[in-house]
């Protein structure tokens, strides 16, 4: 039977512990709160800019710079716990004297943007040209189409840009045969661009979000056999040809089958920027197999000569891991819906046959 000295002193210590505990708690309720307070009365505005490609990590980092908020800790639990993490890329103008919760909804508010933002959407696929003519209507004019295009095919303006970005190749670019020498790297995103935005800081924009890509994926694009040109010309190729993100991988696949093979790629996508100019139609690819240019791969082997447009990242993440399973050498898009709606894949070109003349397709 314990004392009651014994019980007396199990007292006490358990007193410790819980008064321990609750100042703790206290303690800690306290910085949570203070960590979620405004830093300062408002004084002090902050022009805030979101990156395409910034994560959570990344923002409250910046902000914790701009002395917007306090406890970067306390900060990115909140952002976690209440769903406010999910940050639209652009230009905000923040003061000190707004609260970390309201710096987060703001953040995530595209009308909270900059009055001077300029939108730019480039949906994956887009040729370089159409690109341009899309900032050229953005800009109100400010810039011509052919003034972009000519800036992008500058090679002393490239040899520039490929100081500060080691996925750009001077040597792979500068190529007479080129349409667009940048064409490829102007990856596919919506951007919040200042208003006086020069055609050099649009550019650098776009390849800001392709060099996010390329560090995200440094490991697949060092272990793959091809060159960063290689994968991001051959991913147009996928691009242009896969009728759904779920076929990309398998459409890369077939590629690289019928490569190791040494088959000529035969991709008609590749004679519809050959046409380039005179491409009105998608039947154009298929009905001119004969089209003298360096990117058709009917009459050339291997990879066209360079990208045949800017690949989104589904496709080079296909190229960079290709679905090469059944050893598939040839393919045909149901582009009629006839039948299904399907991409179909064959070992054999006789089997390939009977898949078209099914679906109504010209060989």
Known sequence: ???????????VVL???????????????FVFKSGLSSTGSGDKEVVFTIENGDTLNDVVQ????????????????????????????????????MSVKKILTDLQDST????????????????AKEIAAEISNVYDGKYSTDEILNQWNDISYIKKLAK?????????????????????????????LEENASIDDITRVMLDRFEVMYKQN????????????????LSSVVQFEAGSK????KVAGVFYNRLNQDMKLESSVTVCYALYDDFNDPKDCETNPDVDSPYNTYINEGLPVGPILNPGDEAIQAVLNPDR?????????????????KVHYSKTYEEHQQICEKLGLNL
């Open 1 to 11: 039977m314990p004392t009651r000295r014994k019980v007396n002193s199990v007292r």
């Open 15 to 29: 007193l410790v512990v819980v008064s321990i505990l609750v100042i703790a708690g206290l303690g800690g309720a």
């Open 62 to 97: 910046n902000l914790e710079k701009e002395h917007l908020i306090s406890n970067m800790s306390v900060a990115k639990l909140y952002a976690k716990i209440s769903h406010n993490s999910n940050f639209v890329a652009g230009t905000f103008e923040l003061n000190d004297g």
């Open 112 to 127: 909270k943007l900059k009055k001077d933002t300029t939108v730019l959407k480039i949906p994956e696929g887009k040729w």
């Open 164 to 192: 500060d970005y080691s996925f750009l190749n001077v040597d792979d670019l500068n190529n007479s045969n080129y349409k667009v020498k940048l064409e490829g790297y102007l990856f596919p995103d919506t951007y919040y």
């Open 218 to 233: 440094k490991e697949a694009f060092k272990k793959s056999k091809l060159s960063v040109h290689q994968i991001v010309t």
């Open 246 to 249: 779920k076929d990309m991988a």
């Open 325 to 341: 399973k059944g050893g598939y050498l040839f393919f045909a898009a149901d582009i009629y819906n006839k039948v299904d709606g």
